[in-house]
């Protein structure tokens, strides 16, 4: 399956590059590559397979949310890299 100029310069203007004729040759015969992949895939029989939106079972992973102490202000900012009145201490970002 061949790709025409045309289309080539479509799918490149889309993804908003610039081609020169060399890449234009190289993509589209990388394109056409991956549309006679597709194709081919076409060719299975896929209606006993339900639709899926993930292939994994997915499960909630979060923690039950308990109420709990937090830990001493402390043993917070020991790893902090800078400090002061108890609360870290950032780069500035705004004049």
């Given amino acids: 399956m061949g790709l025409t100029r045309d289309e080539i310069d479509s799918v490149a203007r889309l993804s ?12 589209g015969a990388q394109l056409a590559s991956i549309l006679a992949y597709v194709e081919k895939l076409n060719e299975l029989d896929t209606s006993d ?10 499960c909630n992973v979060f923690r ?3 109420e709990q102490p937090s830990p001493p202000a402390e043993q917070m900012l020991a790893n902090a890299p800078a400090t002061a009145y108890g609360c870290y201490l950032v780069p500035k970002i705004l004049d």
């Fill in 64 to 66: 039950d949310d308990v």
């Fill in 16 to 27: 908003r590059i610039e081609l020169t004729d060399d890449e234009r040759a190289a993509f």
């Fill in 49 to 58: 397979v339900p639709p899926t939106a993930h292939v994994m079972g997915l």
